[in-house]
């Protein structure tokens, strides 16, 4: 439990790397929106990274503005 204090990174990627890509419609036109070498895009590390972007960009920031974190920190 103290070690996701410590290394609150490790928590993030243990939540990304858990998320069902596979059934979100977002994540496969994400996926054929970004350009990636063919000689990279079967490397794991290479789809981890953009998984972990998706994750961030798409589920992270969505929660934080519907349960209004971004509300307290910008006028409108």
Do not use: T
């Not at 990174?9 to 990304?16: G, N, S, Y």
């Not at 590390?45 to 961030?56: G, S, T």
Request: include cysteine.
């Amino acid at each position: 439990m103290g070690e996701e204090k410590k290394n609150p990174q490790k928590l993030k990627r243990i939540e990304a790397a858990a998320y069902d890509y596979d059934n979100d419609p977002r994540w496969a036109d994400y996926r054929s929106n970004i350009l990636i070498p063919s000689h990279m895009a079967s490397r794991s590390d290479v789809v981890d990274h953009f998984e972990r972007k998706f994750y961030q960009r798409y589920i992270v920031r969505l929660s934080l503005i519907c349960f209004g974190y971004f509300s307290m920190n910008f006028a409108i």
